[in-house]
């Protein structure tokens, strides 16, 4: 294994998410805040960087395996994960080194779940540095790298492809520089919109900004102790939640709108299926409470995570479709999480297939989805993403109950951080937050917000000896 270009990589991914610590260290300094947590957190990761950049110099490109991939991109995040906790963890606002890591996590891999009880109490320099995580994390740290570092991305696309979530990684330029480059000007056009459109609603620059980052992330962080609800502003939960929904969309359909391919854009299975359980899910909690839920399905499909009311209070079979929707999770390709929209729709033609076979055994059937064959390869990939998630929902609830913590929270719990939701149920519910788990369990979920958010097979790929794999 090529073990100095691995180091070379996230060196280059701590360099580039140091550079946007540089913010919020700005803003410190404007407001009159401390800048040491942030000064020492930054010098830490230059540092740091030049260092490893130094040792493990070389003349030739970086060109990884799959593997090698892989282990650079799960690497990154642990390592931008580690620099990121320190300025909550050097300014105190924090207890201990454990739920800075959480947070940041948290943070990065936009999954929302907070151990923060007093959040508006916090300097505005942190704050924006919690948002800005979010931003980070929510089209992917490489993707951010290959985009401004075209040399890395000459022959990095494992890398790629590890961090973009979706069944695959597609790209919608020749090159993988211009592909990453066009993502994050698209995402950071929805930011600067929603940033504009939100402060026409009442909101200062400073909240319309750092709520723009939380939803285009589909992340969930806010500057406020109530969240959304804290603005009480039915212009404000509309703006949102539109943000949410196209958050939820595969990036690559916002390509089409230019050319005038509208038709094309609402003719993709995965965005009518989407759009569909979205409808569906508002039609069933309306007609049996009678209550607007849009904001709060959105939310939750989209695993952003804002919170304007209570739904852990809402009747049981409300709580069972939100439940669903942390799973189903947004459109393979977003900045969502969970399961992905896309396999389940290729999961349900399979099946569809295997009845027909049954009915038809020598017939030659093959699942389609928007008009294309499905591959096996696909299927697979698939299948083996579904083994993984049920494995590792088993393993973490059972770590979760073996350490004290009763069964709807720690399911949901376990969810909510693999899927990159925020809120869960019971003990874990939209009200409350994660301070009182134990230590084992926040260094659990932490793992299973990595695992979700880099889509499970990276990290097991590098978790999992290859003896085990072959057998």
């Not at 992917?140 to 961090?163: D, H, N, R, T």
């Not at 391919?261 to 409808?279: H, M, N, Q, V």
């Not at 519910?429 to 369990?441: I, K, M, S, Y």
């Amino acid at each position: 294994m090529k073990v100095k270009q691995i180091f070379r990589v996230v060196a280059l991914v701590i360099l580039s998410a140091s550079a946007v610590m540089a913010v919020p260290l700005f803003v410190a300094l404007f407001c009159g805040e401390n800048v040491l947590p942030l000064m020492l957190s930054l010098l830490v990761g230059v540092t740091f960087s030049v260092l490893t950049l130094f040792f493990c110099r070389s003349h030739s490109s970086i060109s990884l395996t799959v593997p090698e991939g892989c282990a650079s991109t799960v690497l990154s995040w642990l390592a931008v994960t580690l620099i990121g906790s320190l300025p909550f963890y050097l300014s105190g606002s924090v207890p201990s080194f454990t739920d800075a890591f959480f947070e940041t996590m948290s943070g990065f891999t936009t999954t929302g779940a907070t151990i923060l009880t007093d959040i508006e109490s916090l300097p505005k320099s942190l704050l924006l540095w919690r948002s800005l995580t979010h931003l980070l994390g929510g089209m992917g740290i490489i993707v951010l790298s290959l985009a401004i570092m075209p040399f890395l991305g000459a022959k990095s696309l494992a890398m790629y492809k590890a961090e973009v979530p979706g069944v695959t990684a597609g790209k919608v330029a020749p090159r993988l520089h211009s592909t990453a480059l066009l993502l994050w000007l698209v995402y950071v056009g929805l930011a600067l919109a929603e940033t504009v459109l939100l402060m026409f609603g009442g909101m200062t620059l400073f909240d319309a900004f750092c709520h723009s980052c939380s939803t285009v992330a589909t992340g969930g962080f806010s500057t406020k102790n109530a969240s959304v609800a804290h603005f009480n502003s039915s212009y404000i939960q509309a703006v949102i939640t539109v943000f949410m929904f196209l958050s939820g969309v595969n990036f690559s359909l916002f390509f089409l709108l230019p050319s005038g391919k509208f038709r094309e854009f609402l003719a993709d299975e995965e965005f009518r299926t989407y759009a569909g359980i979205i409808a569906a899910s508002f039609v069933m909690i309306w007609l049996f409470t009678g209550r607007n839920a849009i904001f709060s399905i959105v939310s939750v499909i989209t695993t952003t995570g804002f919170i304007t009311d209570d739904f852990d209070t809402w009747p049981d079979f409300c709580r069972f479709i939100l439940l669903m929707l942390m799973f189903v999770g947004a459109c393979g390709g977003s900045t969502g999480g969970g399961f992905k929209v896309s396999r389940f729709v290729i999961l349900f033609r399979q099946m569809k297939c295997e009845l027909l076979r049954l009915l038809h055994p020598r017939a030659v059937i093959c699942p389609r989805m928007d008009g294309q064959v499905i591959r096996g390869v696909t299927l697979g990939n698939v299948s083996a993403f579904l083994v993984l998630y049920m494995l590792l929902t088993f393993l973490a609830v059972m770590i979760s109950t073996a350490c004290g913590v009763d069964l709807v929270s720690s399911i949901t719990g376990v969810i909510t951080c693999i899927s990159n939701v925020g809120p869960g149920l019971g003990n874990l519910g939209p009200v409350r937050n994660f301070a009182w788990l134990p230590d084992t369990v926040k260094w659990t979920l932490s793992l299973c917000m990595l695992c979700g958010r880099l889509e499970l097979c990276a990290v097991f790929m590098i978790i999992l000896p290859e003896k085990f794999l072959w057998r």
